[in-house]
């Protein structure tokens, strides 16, 4: 069973950083989508960042996608695990305050990347709050 770990996030203030960090487990795919969509209650959950992961070559490449709000913001990168993945989020405004959660799905990213029903894992999330 697939199962992906959230950490990170809390609680800062505008302008601030936050690093999260999510490690997959149980999973044998060679390639895996892997990233982060956000949700405020009320709403829909919005995609943020994701990247394309090769586990077998493990070399931190791979293309990345971000959503335009946080383009110059957010770095998603692979972590020091070659399951994981981390995104730190600069420059933190209010607007970004959500639930986060790890996403990941087999296979490339591609232009769908922002829609949530196409992954097939995902964590429980994590709260990041930005006061103003």
């Known amino acids: 069973q697939v199962q992906l770990v959230e950490s990170g996030g809390g609680s800062v203030q505008a302008g601030g950083s936050l690093r999260l960090s999510c490690a997959a487990s149980?999973?044998?795919?060679?390639?895996?989508?892997m990233g982060w969509f956000r949700q405020v209650q009320g709403k829909e959950r919005e995609g943020v960042a994701v990247k394309y992961l090769n586990v077998i070559l493990s070399n931190g490449g791979g293309v990345t996608y971000y959503a335009d709000s946080v383009k110059g913001r957010f770095t998603i990168s692979q972590g020091n695990g070659k399951n994981t993945v981390s995104l730190q989020m600069n420059s933190l405004k209010p607007e970004d305050t959500a639930m986060y959660y790890c996403?990941?799905?087999?296979?490339?990213?591609?232009?769908?990347?922002?829609?949530?029903?196409?992954?097939?894992?995902w964590g429980k999330g994590t709260q990041v709050t930005v006061s103003s």
């Open positions: 996403a990941a799905r087999s296979g490339a990213c591609g232009d769908s990347w922002y829609i949530d029903t196409r992954y097939t894992y």
């Open positions: 149980g999973y044998r795919y060679s390639s895996i989508c």
